[in-house]
């Protein structure tokens, strides 16, 4: 099976540019997460969809938003960047969402807010 | 007060010594993960615990969640374990995907 896939790989945006990433899941697998990872902060939790429903938010501003589509793929979309903005972000994917299921990472998209 | 710690933050070691990471923590939690991020970024899922002992390989991972606390040990540790190790918990009646990170251990294995 292949793995999830993320696109773009890197991203170089301007503040006050839009930005939306992909991510694909392992075939099969329902449930997506998204992440930033930043050098101060490390990683957090941004959202998590399953069957195209948002099940839970981090704690992010309005500006971060996201979706899933009926083929369980997903989007994130930063609106207004910020130079703080400037991260990694990892989606994970997974079959469903029972406790016992692992969690499967992407490579992640490098975006950068100049 | 981060809610997941983890020591150390860096660690050097020989080729062939064992490691140890601990990873402490102050929620209830569901659910413990360790995970391995090379230089790249990609993070690998190395285990995911919720009650005593896993063991993948060289890798050993424990749990006391009366404790709170885990540890991942790597046996005759090599090169290639170079990376950085990040422990994350679900928290009670968290969502699967809603983790609290810790801040990574550095690991650099020396030949």
């Known amino acids: 099976k292949a793995g999830v896939t993320q696109t773009p790989r890197y991203l170089i945006k301007t503040r006050g540019q839009q930005v939306t990433l992909s991510c694909s899941p392992i075939s099969g697998h329902r449930s997506v997460s998204w992440y930033q990872q930043t050098p101060g902060q490390g990683l957090q939790f941004l959202f998590e969809y399953f069957s195209e429903t948002q099940r839970n938010k981090g704690n992010f501003p309005g500006r971060f938003s996201g979706r899933q589509f009926s083929n369980s793929r997903s989007e994130m979309n930063v609106s207004t960047l910020e130079l703080g903005d400037s991260a990694l972000y990892l989606c994970a994917s997974s079959p469903g969402t029972r406790a016992s299921y692992e969690q499967y990472f992407g490579p992640g998209t490098r975006l950068t807010v100049t | ?111």
């Open chain 2, 1 to 111: 007060k981060n809610e997941v710690e983890q020591s150390p933050q860096n660690l050097t070691a020989q080729e062939g010594e064992f490691i140890t990471i601990n990873c402490s923590y102050s929620v209830g939690i569901s659910a413990l993960h360790w995970l391995q991020q090379h230089p790249g970024g990609g993070i690998v899922s190395l285990f995911m615990l919720s009650s005593g002992k896993k063991k993948h390989g060289r890798l050993i991972a424990t749990i006391n969640i009366q404790e709170k606390h885990s540890s991942l040990h790597i046996t005759a540790s090599h090169p290639r374990d170079s990376a950085v190790y990040i422990c994350a918990v679900r928290s009670h009646g968290g969502s699967q995907g809603n983790l609290i990170f810790g801040k990574g251990t550095k690991l650099s294995v020396k030949p």
